[in-house]
């Protein structure tokens, strides 16, 4: 950044407490290029002047006048960031990655980012690989073949830094002598260990270090979850090594392929349990250990996905006709059913169910809500 004076309003406004990213974008847009003043002037402008040009709310001048208070804190912290070799780049910045601004827009395009290595990297073509913590085998294989491909392409390999899949996808891509963004779910303060490991490869212009949150936040999983779409966003194509059907990769996939953006997914094995096939059925683009597209082999399996969510369909249809009739423990529902799941699959999908009610007895029960057998007797006349 061209004028260190400005990084401890950057830091102030990127941090607004209780602010959505697009309303902070928004007011970043209004102060920059609407009004053309720096964030220093804005700063320094009375609350008059702030309500009258930037067309702001009782409640948000007051939340701004309370964090300009840590301005001078701010102003140290800036001065520690700038002392370890850091850099901050603001959304307005020609040094800002474009692929990111694009692929998330002014709703959820990232204020300011965190930076340690070399910047060109976020204007290079890249790729995402995506998976669960605890891959198997077969998607750690996946991710480092689809790794070492990228690098013979001089691809960028995007990394959220998590154990399994995104561990690989950045030893992979530094293994094939490629380059890596590694995205942070933590502030980059506090990355001190990943900075002392990874040194070597960040001296040689090979990794870059990126966070979106405040220098000092430590890890959290809130913090993981909102770090999922920022590695989506670095990435112009994004390969799938293995998903659950809950958690951060199948969200993420979810919400890219609703945004239309072109997944790739490694077409699972006939043994395998995990939800690829659900995603290929949901609109990804089927891929082979190797990465590359296959899409007749992948109709079986979407037919075999679409057989399986008509069966388990119509055994929710079952339990929930049952429990019209009376009240019944997990185990009593099996059996009145005659169905091949679990008494731990059916307490969750009942506990889930929003018009079943749970019984907390031992062993718990379950009925369905009063207002719904009201409404299905209603239906029925």
């Given at each position: 950044?061209?004028?260190?004076?400005?990084?401890?309003?950057?830091?102030?406004?990127?941090?607004?407490?209780?602010?959505?990213?697009?309303?902070?974008?928004?007011?970043?847009i209004?102060?920059?290029?609407?009004?053309?003043?720096?964030?220093?002037?804005?700063?320094?402008?009375?609350?008059?002047?702030?309500?009258?040009?930037?067309?702001?709310?009782?409640?948000?001048?007051?939340?701004?006048?309370?964090?300009?208070?840590?301005?001078?804190?701010?102003?140290?912290?800036?001065?520690?960031?700038?002392?370890?070799?850091?850099?901050?780049?603001?959304?307005?910045?020609?040094?800002?990655?474009?692929i990111?601004?694009?692929?998330?827009?002014?709703?959820?395009?990232?204020?300011?980012?965190?930076?340690?290595g070399?910047?060109?990297?976020?204007?290079?073509?890249?790729?995402?690989?995506?998976?669960?913590?605890?891959?198997?085998?077969?998607?750690?294989?996946?991710?480092?073949?689809?790794?070492?491909?990228?690098?013979?392409?001089?691809?960028?390999?995007?990394?959220?830094?998590?154990?399994?899949?995104?561990?690989?996808?950045?030893?992979?891509?530094?293994?094939?002598?490629g380059?890596?963004?590694?995205?942070?779910?933590?502030?980059?303060?506090?990355?001190?260990?990943?900075?002392?490991?990874?040194?070597?490869?960040?001296?040689?212009g090979?990794?870059?270090?990126?966070?979106?949150?405040?220098?000092?936040?430590?890890?959290?999983?809130?913090?993981?979850?909102?770090?999922n779409?920022?590695i989506?966003?670095?990435?112009?194509?994004?390969?799938?090594?293995?998903?659950?059907?809950?958690?951060?990769?199948?969200?993420?996939?979810?919400?890219?392929?609703?945004?239309?953006?072109?997944?790739?997914?490694?077409?699972?094995?006939?043994?395998?349990?995990?939800?690829?096939?659900?995603?290929?059925?949901?609109?990804?683009?089927?891929?082979n250990?190797?990465?590359?597209?296959?899409?007749?082999?992948?109709?079986?399996?979407?037919?075999?996905q679409?057989?399986?969510?008509?069966?388990?369909?119509?055994?929710?249809?079952?339990?929930?006709?049952?429990?019209?009739?009376?009240?019944?423990?997990?185990k009593?529902?099996?059996?009145?059913?005659?169905?091949?799941?679990?008494?731990?699959?059916?307490?969750?999908?009942?506990?889930?169910?929003?018009?079943?009610?749970?019984?907390?007895?031992?062993?718990?029960?379950?009925?369905?809500?009063?207002?719904?057998?009201?409404?299905?007797?209603?239906?029925?006349?």
């Open positions: 950044m061209k004028q260190h004076t400005e990084i401890p309003y950057w830091i102030t406004i990127a941090h607004l407490p209780r602010w959505k990213t697009e309303r902070i974008n928004r007011l970043i209004s102060i920059v290029h609407d009004n053309k003043i720096s964030l220093e002037t804005f700063f320094n402008l009375d609350t008059k002047k702030w309500k009258d040009n930037f067309e702001l709310s009782e409640k948000e001048i007051y939340q701004l006048t309370e964090a300009k208070k840590d301005l001078p804190n701010n102003s140290f912290l800036a001065e520690d960031i700038l002392s370890q070799g850091f850099e901050i780049i603001p959304i307005n910045s020609p040094e800002y990655s474009k990111l601004k694009h692929n998330l827009k002014t709703r959820y395009s990232p204020p300011v980012l965190y930076v340690k070399n910047k060109q990297i976020m204007h290079e073509n890249s790729i995402a690989i995506v998976g669960s913590r605890k891959a198997d085998d077969i998607s750690l294989t996946f991710t480092n073949n689809v790794a070492q491909e990228a690098t013979k392409q001089y691809k960028v390999v995007v990394s959220g830094f998590a154990k399994g899949v995104d561990k690989q996808a950045l030893d992979s891509s530094l293994k094939y002598k380059q890596s963004i590694i995205v942070l779910p933590q502030g980059i303060l506090t990355f001190k260990s990943g900075i002392k490991k990874y040194y070597k490869q960040i001296a040689e090979d990794v870059l270090v990126v966070s979106t949150f405040h220098p000092k936040a430590t890890w959290s999983v809130g913090l993981a979850m909102a770090r779409p920022i989506y966003g670095f990435a112009k194509e994004i390969y799938v090594a293995q998903s659950e059907n809950k958690g951060g990769t199948w969200s993420g996939v979810s919400d890219g392929l609703k945004k239309g953006r072109k997944i790739f997914i490694r077409l699972p094995e006939n043994n395998e349990k995990n939800a690829n096939a659900q995603l290929i059925s949901k609109g990804a683009i089927p891929v250990l190797k990465g590359e597209i296959i899409i007749e082999e992948a109709k079986k399996v979407i037919e075999k679409k057989q399986f969510n008509r069966k388990t369909e119509d055994i929710e249809e079952k339990i929930l006709v049952t429990l019209s009739y009376g009240i019944f423990s997990s009593e529902i099996i059996k009145k059913t005659n169905i091949d799941w679990t008494t731990r699959k059916v307490t969750g999908f009942l506990k889930s169910h929003k018009d079943i009610e749970t019984i907390n007895k031992k062993p718990l029960h379950f009925k369905k809500r009063t207002n719904s057998i009201i409404q299905r007797s209603m239906f029925a006349e």
